[in-house]
């Protein structure tokens, strides 16, 4: 094995740089070291390498959070794993101490260490992870599907809270990645119908590809009435993270709201009495919690139509042409390959 490899690392505010770095070493006895097979780049990796940041994270670091690899070498006190397994893995290393460790909700921790924000993570060759935040994976379970874990993990968090019942209508707001992942979930727990409301035409059309019953702009709300017998929505789901007052808008009364999307620049003004009057429930969902292996078995045993939103396969140099269609919105799923197809 080579002793330095590819890595793409956050220099400074807006800058990144593909570079060679040294190939990790295992340190402690807990870790494996893991060949990255594909990693995608996800909403998150584009708030980093915005100018000013919307995430900040250490200068040098290795950027990049969702992986699928296969284990090469491990710790002398790692159990359940062998050389040759196949993985995904979690990035959000939670401390166990704190009192939202303590309490279950890890994804609140008050020392949440982020693999690709705080320390390296996995637009590079290898990797050397914690053994805890690897599930293992089929090996029939294709790359380019598996790849999803981590983006549909989060989406599953959301899924259990919104606890969906067979028949009930959901609007979701904004069909980029996050609302597709959505749109399917909710359609595979029985969604009786699925509002996507979308402006961009190539979103609006795979919103239709993954199962949306009706897909309507954001100038055309008073169809989700129309569909819903006058009420609105049972669930509302903003996945865009700026849709707020819009999501209070749809949902029918007593209905439940759940706010996913983030965009830290947002601030709307609403009227709080909106809520208080309509007997609301709205809620936050932040980064998926124990829902891990959960996921993996969703995508080794239902299909979903995951791959045909893969728009760019690129080699790991050619980050930069991934992360141009992200930001100019041709892009809606782009995998790296960083030891090759
Ligand atoms: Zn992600
Ligand atoms: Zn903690």
């Keep these: ?61 290795t950027i990049g959070h969702e992986m699928v690899g296969t284990v090469i ?5 790692v159990k359940n794993f062998k050389v040759g397994d196949r993985i995904t893995a979690d990035n959000n290393v939670p401390c166990g101490k704190c009192y939202y460790c303590k309490t279950g909700h890890a994804n609140m921790c008050e020392n949440l260490f982020c693999l690709g924000i705080n320390g390296d993570g996995f637009f590079a060759q ?3 992870i914690p053994d805890r935040l690897a599930v293992k994976i089929d090996k ?10 981590e983006p549909l993990n989060c989406v599953m968090s959301g899924m259990d809270k919104i606890r969906l019942l067979p028949g009930e ?10 609302g597709l992942y959505y749109i399917q979930l909710l359609k595979l727990n029985g969604a009786g119908k699925v509002i996507a409301v979308e ?19 954001p100038s055309e709300s008073e169809k989700i009435k129309e569909a819903t017998n006058g009420l609105g929505a049972d669930v509302v789901i903003d996945a865009v993270g700026a849709c707020i007052k819009d999501a209070l808008a749809f ?3 007593s209905g439940r709201v759940l706010l996913f999307g983030m965009n830290f620049a947002a601030t709307q003004t609403i009227c709080q009495t909106d809520i208080t009057r309509k007997d609301l429930t709205v809620m936050g969902c932040y980064i998926g919690i124990y829902s891990w292996n959960k996921t993996v078995q969703l995508l080794e ?7 045909e939103m893969i728009t760019h396969r690129l080699s790991l140099e050619e980050f930069g042409t991934g992360f141009e269609a992200m930001k100019n919105g041709s892009a809606l799923e782009v995998v790296m390959y960083p030891n090759g197809r």
């Design 251 to 253: 949902v029918r009364s």
């Design 140 to 149: 029939g379970l294709p790359l380019d599907t598996a790849i999803f874990t």
């Design 301 to 307: 045993n239902i299909p979903m139509k995951l791959e």
């Design 169 to 178: 209508t959901a609007v979701v707001i904004g069909a980029g990645p996050i």
């Design 1 to 61: 094995m080579e002793n330095t490899m590819k890595a793409v690392i956050f220099e400074k505010a807006g800058q990144y740089a593909v570079v060679d770095k040294p190939v990790p070493k295992i340190k402690n006895p807990d870790e494996i070291l893991v060949r990255i097979d594909a990693c995608s780049i996800c909403g998150t990796d584009m708030q980093i390498l915005k100018d000013p940041p919307g995430i900040e994270a250490a200068p040098g670091v």
């Design 199 to 217: 402006l961009n035409d190539f979103r609006k059309e795979y919103a239709r590809k993954m199962g949306a019953d009706l897909v309507i702009s």
């Design 73 to 77: 070498e491990t710790g002398d006190a």
């Design 126 to 128: 290898y990797a050397v």
